[in-house]
């Protein structure tokens, strides 16, 4: 089976999946394996829809992640893995039939409500407690995340060469579906890049390595944010940035192609109030 999963990886590469959808996938077909290995007792050697089926009433009826059942999006995800993996065996004609289908899916209602839930005070606390620390890396990170609304992926993926600060702008050349796009720097973003380069001693070619490699790992920094905070992450600072840059008078459009979203209706949730507030104005009616 080692093997097939490696087969399967490169075939996901092929497909053109991000990193982090790949390592995703892989942890969800290994979670499905071990499951099946458990319930029947044999090695597995194809996809069968009753498996696939018992599979889906495990997932919604039994399978707990820190005590709490699991939610629609998380197991569509899991679905959505083996799907793929279905189509990767049907293409090493490992098996000719599909056994996962679109109706399997659990349907979810799209929520309307604006994500972001913290605020420009939020975040610029944030940002002084982490420059009171000293650490002027983590200190440009985070303003490079919160007033350009980049993925943490592609924040540390930026290289050198992508990046000028005269210019005032980046080039992101791996986004979401490897869709390459400008982003254009405020004067908060150049200033903190422009402090960390006098202290930035390395010769990668990326702008954010480490001491071990020559570009740190999201992990140290999702670890470096929740020093500082229990609340602020990479990805709500993306949030935040969607939100600020639409209350600020940028355009929907403006802000969809600064963040990279593939379609305006996600920019467009930002110009929804959050859930509290949504909540509040429930309390005039």
Same mark, same amino acid.
């Given at each position: 089976?080692?093997?097939?999963?490696?087969?399967?990886?490169?075939?996901?590469?092929?497909?053109?999946k991000s990193?982090n959808t790949?390592k995703?996938?892989?942890?969800?077909?290994?979670?499905?394996?071990?499951?099946f290995?458990?319930?029947?007792?044999?090695?597995?050697?194809?996809?069968?829809?009753?498996n696939?089926? !018992?599979?889906?009433?495990?997932?919604i009826?039994i399978k707990?992640?820190?005590?709490?059942?699991l939610?629609?999006?998380?197991?569509?995800?899991?679905?959505? +893995?083996?799907?793929?993996?279905?189509?990767f065996?049907?293409? !090493?004609?490992i098996?000719s039939?599909?056994?996962?289908k679109?109706?399997?899916?659990?349907?979810?209602?799209?929520?309307? &409500?604006?994500?972001?839930?913290?605020?420009?005070?939020?975040?610029e606390?944030f940002?002084?407690i982490?420059? !009171?620390n000293?650490?002027?890396?983590?200190?440009?990170?985070?303003?490079?995340?919160a007033?350009?609304?980049?993925r943490i992926?592609? &924040?540390?993926?930026?290289?050198?060469?992508?990046?000028?600060?005269?210019a005032?702008?980046?080039?992101?050349?791996?986004?979401k579906?490897?869709?390459?796009?400008?982003?254009?720097?405020n004067t908060k973003v150049?200033n903190?890049?422009k402090?960390?380069?006098?202290?930035?001693?390395?010769?990668?070619? =990326?702008?954010?390595p480490?001491?071990?490699s020559?570009?740190v790992?999201?992990?140290?920094?999702?670890k470096?944010?929740?020093? =500082?905070?229990?609340?602020?992450?990479?990805h709500?600072?993306?949030?935040?940035f969607?939100?600020?840059?639409? !209350? +600020?008078?940028l &355009?929907?459009?403006?802000?969809a192609?600064?963040?990279?979203? +593939?379609?305006?209706?996600t920019?467009?949730i =930002?110009?929804?109030?959050?859930?509290?507030?949504?909540k509040?104005?429930?309390?005039?009616?």
């Open positions: 089976m080692e093997e097939i999963l490696e087969s399967f990886k490169n075939y996901m590469i092929i497909e053109g990193f790949i995703s996938y892989l942890l969800n077909i290994k979670e499905y394996l071990i499951w290995q458990n319930t029947y007792g044999i090695i597995f050697k194809r996809l069968y829809r009753e696939i089926l !018992e599979y889906k009433s495990y997932l009826n707990k992640y820190k005590g709490n059942s939610n629609s999006k998380t197991i569509n995800v899991k679905l959505n +893995s083996l799907g793929l993996l279905n189509k065996l049907i293409k !090493e004609n098996q039939d599909i056994v996962i679109d109706d399997d899916m659990i349907k979810i209602q799209v929520s309307y &409500a604006n994500p972001t839930d913290i605020t420009k005070v939020d975040v606390n940002r002084q982490i420059l !009171e000293g650490d002027k890396r983590l200190y440009a990170i985070v303003t490079l995340l007033y350009t609304g980049l992926s592609e &924040a540390l993926n930026i290289k050198l060469e992508d990046l000028s600060l005269e005032k702008e980046l080039i992101v050349r791996k986004g579906g490897e869709k390459q796009r400008i982003v254009y720097l150049v903190a890049i402090e960390y380069f006098k202290v930035r001693n390395s010769s990668s070619d =990326y702008i954010f480490s001491r071990e020559d570009r790992d999201r992990n140290v920094i999702n470096q944010f929740k020093k =500082y905070s229990n609340k602020i992450t990479p709500k600072l993306r949030h935040f969607c939100t600020n840059a639409l !209350e +600020s008078g &355009a929907v459009h403006e802000v192609n600064l963040a990279g979203h +593939s379609s305006i209706y920019t467009l =930002y110009t929804n109030p959050s859930r509290e507030k949504m509040n104005k429930l309390e005039f009616l």
